[in-house]
């Protein structure tokens, strides 16, 4: 099973930007489906983005969708998450997970990181 870690999480003021990081060891990242989560406070873990492990097809979440970014370097077994436009809204615990479906459903996914915090400021 392929262990996940997330790091480049912080503290950034709203219109900034942030690049999230997950590296994976055990197993080879090419081989899964990637995505990203996040969960906010008192909140149910919500769908990201989702990238198919095959041709790098992507699909965001509508909230999401044209300030941040996926994509990945298959040769340092790394997937990233560029977040730009930062919203206070964006604010929460974000994780990435591997799976062998592309879907959005976070009970699909069979490994997670534990999670980097990303605080946007208004």
């Known amino acids: 099973q392929v262990q996940l870690v997330e790091s480049g999480g912080g503290l950034v003021q709203a219109g900034g930007s942030l690049r999230l990081s997950c590296t994976a060891s055990?197993?080879?990242?090419?081989?899964?489906?990637m995505g990203w989560f996040r969960q906010a406070p008192g909140k149910e873990r919500e769908f990201v983005v989702v990238?198919?492990?095959?041709?790098?097809?992507?699909y965001y979440a509508d909230s999401v969708k044209g300030r941040f970014t996926i994509s990945r370097d298959n040769a340092k077994n790394t997937v990233y998450l560029q977040m730009n436009s930062l919203k206070f809204e964006d604010t929460a615990v974000y994780y990435c997970?591997?799976?062998?479906?592309?879907?959005?459903?976070?009970?699909?996914?069979?490994?997670w990181g534990q999670g980097t915090q990303v605080t946007v400021s208004s």
């Open positions: 990238q198919r492990r095959n041709d790098g097809s992507t």
């Open positions: 055990g197993r080879a990242l090419s081989i899964y489906h």
């Open positions: 997970a591997s799976g062998s479906t592309f879907t959005s459903l976070p009970s699909d996914f069979d490994s």
